[in-house]
């Protein structure tokens, strides 16, 4: 069975750093690219991150880049989104995926996670 967890949501402030993890098995790994995604209140879904496992490839949303980083453990089968400098507009709930590094362009996703809240309070 196919399963994504994603954990490591909460409340931070402004300023503040959170580390989401989002743990997958039933699947090759390596096989696979991961993204996150995250929806506010309202709001499309959105893409936040993209690694392919294949080769290590990563993107960001402009809206992130130079704030988060999508490291990986191998060994663990774990894709983690190292957030900092966050903001109140990065408050959503975040999803992580498993699928093709084409899930950027919106397609090409295989697996869905359950999403974790992260809020910013200003």
């Known amino acids: 069975e196919v399963q994504l967890q994603a954990s490591g949501g909460g409340l931070v402030q402004a300023g503040g750093s959170l580390r989401l993890s989002c743990a997958a098995s039933?699947?090759?790994?390596?096989?696979?690219?991961i993204g996150w995604f995250r929806q506010a209140p309202g709001m499309e879904r959105e893409g936040v991150s993209y690694?392919?496992?294949?080769?290590?490839?990563?993107d960001y949303a402009d809206s992130v880049k130079g704030r988060f980083t999508i490291p990986s453990d191998y060994a663990k089968n774990t894709v983690y989104l190292q957030m900092s400098s966050l903001k109140p507009e990065d408050t959503a709930v975040y999803y992580c995926?498993?699928?093709?590094?084409?899930?950027?362009?919106?397609?090409?996703?295989?697996?869905w996670g359950k999403g974790t809240q992260v809020t910013v309070s200003s």
């Open positions: 690694i392919s496992l294949s080769d290590g490839y990563t």
């Open positions: 039933g699947f090759t790994f390596d096989d696979y690219a």
């Open positions: 995926a498993a699928g093709k590094i084409t899930m950027k362009y919106g397609y090409g996703i295989d697996y």
